[in-house]
C-alpha cells in the first residue's frame, strides 16, 4: 500500500471519528470530492443509517468559527477567507504607488476566489462576488487580470512571470477563452484598471512582509457597500456565494 492511500485512509478515519462525535451528519460537496479525484457521490439514505438519531446537517457548521449576524466583508478576511498576506500586500504596493482607491481595493479583493472558493477561473469567481458591492470598473478589473496576467505589457513594466514558468512549464499556453478575454480586455476602457491588478499582484509575495487588514478599514468602508443585513443575507445576485462560505457543509 502507497503512502497516499495510508494518508487517504488515515483522513478518512479521521472524519469518520469526528462525525460521529457531532451532533448532525455532514457531507462534502460534491465540487469537494471531485477535487480528490472521487467521483462518488454521498448516499444520504446510507449515512442516516451509519449514523442513527443524527440529523443531515442544516446550519452553521460546529468545526468553524461562528460568523457575526450580519457579517461583513472585514469577517470574511478573519473568519472564512484562507491566509490574505498576499492580497494585503498587494492592495500595499498599491497605495505606496500612489493608486486611486478603486485599484487598492481592487488589489485587496483580485485573489478572493482562490482564497474563499476556488483556484480555478478564479478571477471570474472573484468579480461576481463583490459586483453587486463595488463600482463596476473593479468588478470588471478583477474578472479581467486573470487572462491579463498571462500576457506582458512593456509600458508599464510587466513581464511575463517567472513563477509561471516554473508552475506551469515553459510551453504553457493558456486556453483559447484566457486569450479571448485578453483581446477584449486589451481593447478595454478600463484595461489600464485591470492591468494595475497584475503590477501589484506579482511583486506582493515577500513571505517576510506582514501587512495587517485595519490598514484598509477606511478604503473599504468608502469603496465596499457594505448590506445592512450582512454579506449573504440580502438579496444580491452574489449572496447565494457568501452564504455557501457561511455554511459550507450545509446539505441542501
Known amino acids: 500500500m502507497n503512502d497516499?492511500?495510508?494518508?487517504?485512509?488515515?483522513?478518512?478515519?479521521l472524519e469518520h471519528k469526528m462525525m460521529r462525535e457531532l451532533d448532525a451528519i455532514i457531507v462534502k460537496s460534491r465540487l469537494f470530492n471531485l477535487a480528490d479525484g472521487d467521483m462518488s457521490t454521498a448516499n444520504g439514505a446510507a449515512l442516516l443509517a451509519a449514523n442513527p438519531g443524527k440529523p443531515m446537517l442544516m446550519g452553521d457548521d460546529p468545526r468553524l468559527p461562528k460568523m457575526p449576524a450580519r457579517p461583513t466583508l472585514m469577517d470574511f478576511f478573519k473568519f472564512r477567507f484562507g491566509p490574505a498576506n498576499h492580497l494585503l500586500q498587494s492592495a500595499r504596493h498599491a497605495v505606496r504607488a500612489g493608486m486611486d482607491e478603486k485599484v487598492v481595493l481592487a488589489c485587496l479583493l483580485h485573489d478572493i476566489g482562490v482564497i474563499g472558493f476556488i483556484r480555478a477561473d478564479h478571477g471570474y469567481w472573484g468579480a461576481q462576488m463583490v459586483a453587486p458591492y463595488v463600482d463596476e470598473e473593479v468588478s470588471w478589473a478583477i474578472r479581467a487580470h486573470q487572462a491579463l496576467r498571462f500576457y506582458p505589457d512593456e509600458s508599464v513594466g510587466y513581464a511575463y512571470p517567472e513563477s509561471y514558468i516554473k508552475n506551469f512549464g515553459a510551453d504553457y499556453r493558456p486556453d483559447p477563452y484566457i486569450e479571448e478575454e485578453y483581446r477584449r480586455a486589451r481593447d478595454h476602457k478600463w484595461y489600464m484598471t485591470a492591468r494595475m491588478?497584475?503590477?501589484?499582484?506579482?511583486?506582493?509575495f515577500d513571505p517576510d512582509v506582514v501587512v495587517e487588514l485595519d490598514e484598509?478599514?477606511?478604503?473599504?468602508?468608502?469603496?465596499?457597500?457594505?448590506?445592512?443585513?450582512?454579506?449573504?443575507?440580502?438579496?444580491?445576485?452574489?449572496?447565494?456565494?457568501?452564504?455557501?462560505?457561511?455554511?459550507?457543509?450545509?446539505?441542501?
Open 216 to 252: 484598509f478599514t477606511d478604503v473599504i468602508g468608502r469603496n465596499f457597500r457594505q448590506p445592512r443585513e450582512g454579506l449573504g443575507w440580502d438579496s444580491s445576485a452574489s449572496a447565494h456565494m457568501w452564504r455557501t462560505l457561511i455554511r459550507p457543509t450545509r446539505y441542501l
Open 4 to 13: 497516499t492511500m495510508m494518508l487517504a485512509e488515515r483522513a478518512d478515519a
Open 197 to 204: 491588478i497584475t503590477v501589484h499582484d506579482i511583486y506582493s
